[in-house]
Each structure stands twice: as C-alpha cells, then as structure tokens.
C-alpha cells in the first residue's frame, strides 16, 4: 500500500541549529514528494517538491531535501533554523492518483 | 486574488445539523480535492473530482456527500453531524490528477460539532 512515514513527531531547536526532518514512502512506479509547510493556524504552503532531475532540490525560505531513490527517502534540511520557522512540516507523496501525506512533524524553535 | 477559496472559515453547529462548506478555485485546475485534518494534525484525502466527475472516494461515511456543479467549484455537505466529524477541512486543487505543480490548498475550515 502507498504510504508517507516520518518519524520525527516532534524537533525543539534552538535559532541557528541546523534542521533535519526524516521522510520515508513507499510507492511503487513513478513519485513525486512534497514538503509542505503549516504556520500556527494556517493552511499547507509548498516548501519545495521533486519530479525528477537532481535530487537534491532547493525550495522557499531557505530549505532543500534530497531525494535518495535507493533509501525511499526525502529528508528536509535547513542548515540554520530561525524562530520564524516553528510550524507543522508534512511530507507527501503522489503518483497518478492522489496526495498522501505523512503525519507531520512538529518543529518548536527557540530563541 | 486567493487561488483556493474556502467559505466558511469557521464553522460551529450541534450533532444533527445539516452544513455545507464550499470551495472555489480560480487557477483553471482540473482537479479539486477534499482533505481532512483531524485534531493530531492528520491529513487524510477525502474526496477527489475531475472535471466534475468524481475520482476518489476514500471510505467516508456517506452523511458526507460532495457536489462539484463546475470544475472551478467542489462544495461539502455533510448530513447529522456527529462530534467526531470537528476537524479543520481544506479543499486543494491541482492541474491535473496527480500533477503536483502542484497541489494548492485552501484556507480551510475549522468545523466544531457540540
């Protein structure tokens, strides 16, 4: 079955710290992953996404993930978090059929 | 101008109302989606239409009944609200199913059953 899995429930950082938030799938065929962004009561902005290319893939706000075909990994970075950057962060995946999404993972960072 | 428009923003009624909640999305997408998002942060597609033709129904109870009257519309309405059905719901569209060019989400809707 088509599933989105990210292990880091919940990351507290303080500003400056680097950032690294795990993403699995488990598709068969053809993906593409997303990562997408929720500020404190608002909805899901796109970070960045990945069809193809390179795999490593700069997206909005200083963020990039690296796409590891052989690990089924997408895993988001940031080399220096700011406290603007507390939010729920998704990662999601789709093929032909629909959008999945990972349970999310809740960055906290501290002045 | 908004993409992805969601009225109404919130939404709380008692256990056994009728509610509709609508979507409108002005980006010539052809594809409109349902999304909901539970108290944990959960998102979990709903609903999905094509054109005006339904694609996905991922097993929702069927008090929960979309209308796509034009591509550029998907409205909810839900039959008996229970509680468990509070959750925040946002609509998205894509260009095409499956394209995530992607996928551009709506405001949401907080509804709260009490």
Aim: net charge positive.
């Amino acid at each position: 079955a088509q599933s989105v899995s990210q292990h880091n429930h919940h990351v507290i950082l303080s500003e400056a710290a680097s950032l690294e938030l795990g993403c699995n799938y488990s598709y068969g065929g053809t993906v593409n992953l997303f990562w997408y962004v929720q500020y404190p009561g608002q909805h899901l902005q796109l970070l960045l996404k990945y069809f193809s290319g390179d795999p490593l893939v700069k997206g909005i706000k200083g963020f990039e993930a690296e796409f590891i075909k052989s690990k089924f990994s997408f895993n988001l970075r940031k080399p220096s978090v700011q406290w603007s950057d507390t939010a729920e962060y998704f990662c999601a995946a789709s093929n032909t059929d629909k959008l999945i999404f990972g349970t999310g993972t809740r960055l906290q960072v501290f002045p | 101008d908004t993409a992805v428009s969601q009225t109404p923003k919130y939404l709380v009624t008692q256990m056994g109302n009728d509610k509709s909640i609508k979507c409108e999305q002005n980006l010539g997408h052809d594809t409109m989606y349902w999304y909901k998002q539970d108290s944990k942060k959960f998102l979990k597609i709903m609903f999905s239409y094509n054109n005006k033709e339904l694609i996905i129904n991922e097993t929702v109870p069927n008090r929960f009944s979309p209308k796509s009257p034009d591509k550029a519309h998907l409205n909810l309405h839900i039959n008996s609200l229970e509680l468990g059905d509070s959750a925040v719901y946002f609509c998205a569209s894509s260009r095409r199913e499956g394209q995530g060019g992607g996928y551009t989400f709506g405001s949401g809707t907080r509804l709260t059953v009490v």
